[in-house]
């Protein structure tokens, strides 16, 4: 967590009647801190989001929210929060303008109307009546009337969904220039591309609870874990006996199509082994030569089926395997 604690929360519950849907999660996020609740549909996400936004109770646990009990906080914390939920409603009479103007003047600080008109890409529907907007349009007017307020703290639940390429992108630089100016960010996404692209940290939310917290990079131990190479034995590769590999529990060969898969802990030690096979042999090159870690959807899919028993594994890729 990098700045002072904006949201801390530990051992929360929340039941619906006798069901319960949270098992005492813990969260902690930092000042500026652009941080995702990832998790497949009915995980949790949006009732954890409405709980630390004061719309809904706990069961048990503790919660502070820019340093106040969300379940006690009055309007002027209520204030200093911006919120865009999955559906914001509409107000279809009224123009793009007016509306993002009505909800700057209940604010005590908002940002300028135009700058935010500007800023979420609105310009030009700015006098466009909401009703007429499309609906990646439409999502761009939710989040200008989430952050109107100049939040100190934002929870966007799915801020891109329905957008086109170019307007995630136009959001993902909003959200980090809000971040960059001390704005912590809070977003629920089943985009696995701007989890990586946009956030600091990420926790996995699965059946109620935490399963992994941390960078996107690292999560699931993906930066240490097995990395697969693959290469094409063309050439003076074809018919050369491929080199042994210490550790290596199978000898290694290419499959019948010349395809070379070898799946290891240490890449960067097999590499230096197979590039001096190569030379060896009369090659001076691996043709098609990869290096590949697990994705953050290869660990995040691989999390979910483990938790969830009845729901098998991803089926390994085709071909030869040889572990290093
Ligand atoms: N008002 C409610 N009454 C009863 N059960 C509810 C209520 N709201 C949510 N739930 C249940 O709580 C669980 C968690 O729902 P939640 O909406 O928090 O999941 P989510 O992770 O946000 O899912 P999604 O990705 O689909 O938005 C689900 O099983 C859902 O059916």
Not at 142 to 155: K, N, T, Y
Request: net charge negative.
């Amino acid at each position: 967590m990098p700045g002072p604690e904006i949201i801390g929360v530990s051992g929360l519950r929340k039941s619906y009647g006798a069901v319960p849907v949270l098992h005492g999660v813990d969260l902690h996020v930092g000042r500026g801190e652009i941080f995702a609740l990832l998790g497949p549909n009915g995980a949790g996400k949006t009732t954890t989001q409405e709980i630390l936004t004061g719309f809904s109770s706990r069961s048990a646990g503790s919660v502070s929210v820019l340093g106040q009990d969300p379940a006690g906080a009055g309007p002027e914390w209520r204030a200093r929060l911006g919120i865009v939920p999955q559906d914001m409603g509409s107000f279809d009479e009224l123009s793009v303008k007016e509306v993002v103007a009505h909800f700057a003047s209940l604010y005590p600080d908002p940002f300028p109307v135009d700058t935010v008109i500007q800023r979420t890409g609105l310009g030009e529907k700015a006098n466009e009546r909401t009703g007429r907007l499309s609906g990646g349009q439409q999502r761009r007017l939710d989040i200008a009337l989430g952050i109107v307020g100049r939040p100190e703290l934002v929870f966007l639940d799915e801020p891109t969904t329905g957008l086109d390429p170019e307007a995630r992108r136009v959001t993902w630089e909003l959200i980090r220039e809000l971040a960059s100016d001390g704005t912590t960010v809070m977003l629920t996404t089943h985009y696995l591309d701007e989890v990586e692209a946009l956030c600091e940290r990420v926790a996995i939310l699965l059946k109620g609870k935490v399963a992994a917290l941390g960078a996107p990079g690292d999560i699931g131990g993906r930066a240490h874990g097995e990395a697969v190479i693959e290469f094409h034995a063309d050439g003076p590769l074809r018919d050369a006996q491929l080199p042994a590999l210490h550790n290596a529990g199978t000898p290694l060969a290419a499959g019948p199509d010349g395809q070379v898969r070898i799946s290891t802990a240490t890449p960067a030690a097999v590499l230096r082994v197979l590039l001096d096979w190569a030379v060896q042999v009369g090659s001076y090159d691996l043709p098609g030569l990869t290096v590949t870690r697990p994705t953050l959807e290869d660990v995040y899919l691989r999390m979910i089926a483990s938790a969830d028993a009845a729901t098998p594994a991803p089926a390994p890729a085709p071909g030869l395997e040889y572990i290093a």
